[in-house]
């Protein structure tokens, strides 16, 4: 009974989707499928993501709105998690000379849906999240004036916080497909995971895609690095996909910040994977992504980015560059894994804790 719900959120995204200027127009029945985009370098479309884990979670079987054949799949036919739970959010930002400090509850300002998914909820054919929405409560210092590093680096599962409240995760999935088109969401496009944290993979349609002056989107997020995120339209409100802007998802030009204008790096939002954040262009902190994604004590989120190979690999008596050179790229092949490493199948889906 999704269906409803689903249009509140969509008739407003596609009317924004159209872009007043008319650029582009983005066919959200018809979006590219971001399995296998996964890169090891900067790669424009792509995620390079620091680490996939082998610990899958997520929808169980392909839903019906995926057409992996065409290589697509049908935004406005996902199911979606029905509901309208409201929370007490609690987000604050301020300056505090060089640094940016967020405290959050990672509740996100909009209504969610009913989480662990009901088995009456038409999502609970494709997804069985068991997990139910709990406060996180966290602080993070970000620069407040953030500069490009001398290259950039991969991104982890948590990518960033947005003005809503909750956390910002990367385009994949715990298996490492585009949970964007995979995971089964509510209305406002998040979920919580294993230890209760809600998150996005894309920026909700439910944080409105405000306008500036010149028709650029206005902030919607921060990410890890210190850089603003901003919605889906650039500079004369063209609606903007991966094509638009560099390898880690994002461009520099004059935009509004703390007050000021300021020509400034920024990551956009579009429709296309990889969603937000592609790589990181500015320096960032493990320990920040640890704190944000809030990962079940003593054991690793995949997509929090906290690492359980390197336990796997302990208990196998390996080290983690051979645990992770036998997975191969995403998805892992245990059968061949265990077989490169040299033990049963059941001895490595013990040690990576996979059932
Ligand atoms: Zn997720
Ligand atoms: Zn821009």
């Known amino acids: 009974m999704g269906s409803r719900r689903r249009w509140n959120g969509l008739v407003a995204a596609l009317i924004l989707a159209s872009g007043e200027a008319g650029a582009h127009e983005v066919d959200l029945t018809q979006l590219p499928l971001g399995d296998g985009k996964i890169s090891t370098a900067p790669q424009r479309g792509f995620i390079w993501a620091c680490r996939i884990d082998p610990n899958a ?11 992996k054949a065409k290589g697509v799949y049908d935004f406005t036919k996902k199911a979606v998690v029905d509901g309208k739970v409201t929370w007490d959010g609690r987000y604050r930002m301020s300056l505090q000379g060089e640094r940016r400090v967020f405290s959050t509850n990672d509740l996100p300002n909009h ?6 998914i009901q088995p009456g909820d038409d999502a609970y054919q494709w997804d069985r999240n068991p997990n139910s929405i709990k406060t996180q409560d966290f602080k993070v210092e970000l620069a407040a004036s953030p500069a490009l590093a001398a290259a950039p680096t991969c991104a982890p599962g948590a990518v960033g916080v947005l003005i809503s409240g909750a956390v910002l ?48 989107s206005a902030l919607v997020g921060y990410a890890l690095d210190g850089f603003g995120i901003f919605g889906r339209f650039g500079e004369g409100g063209k609606a903007l996909s991966s094509d638009d802007l560099d390898d880690c998802h994002g461009h520099t030009h004059a935009i509004p910040w703390d007050g000021k204008t300021t020509v400034m790096y920024h990551y956009h939002a579009t429709w296309d994977f990889p969603y937000t954040v592609g790589c990181l262009r500015g320096q960032w902190r493990q320990q920040d992504v640890m704190t944000i994604s809030a990962p079940p004590q003593g054991q690793g989120g995949p997509q929090g980015g906290r690492p359980d190979l390197g336990a796997a690999a302990a208990k196998l008596g390996i080290t983690e ?7 191969g790229p995403p998805p892992p092949d245990l059968a061949a894994a265990a077989a490169k490493l040299g033990i049963s199948q059941e001895k490595l889906r013990t040690a990576l804790g996979v059932p």
Do not use: K
């Not at 209504?111 to 662990?116: E, K, M, R, W």
């Not at 560059?321 to 997975?327: G, V």
């Open 169 to 216: 995760f990367n385009a994949l999935d715990a298996p490492g497909r585009d949970a964007v088109a995979h995971e089964t969401q509510d209305g406002c496009q998040g979920h919580p995971q294993e230890s209760g944290a809600y998150h996005y993979h894309s920026v909700t349609t439910c944080l409105d895609d405000r306008r500036l002056a010149d028709g650029h």
């Open 57 to 67: 979670g997520g929808a169980f079987r392909d839903g019906p709105w995926i057409d």
């Open 321 to 327: 560059s051979a645990l992770m050179q036998a997975l």
């Open 111 to 116: 209504p969610t849906g009913v989480f662990p």
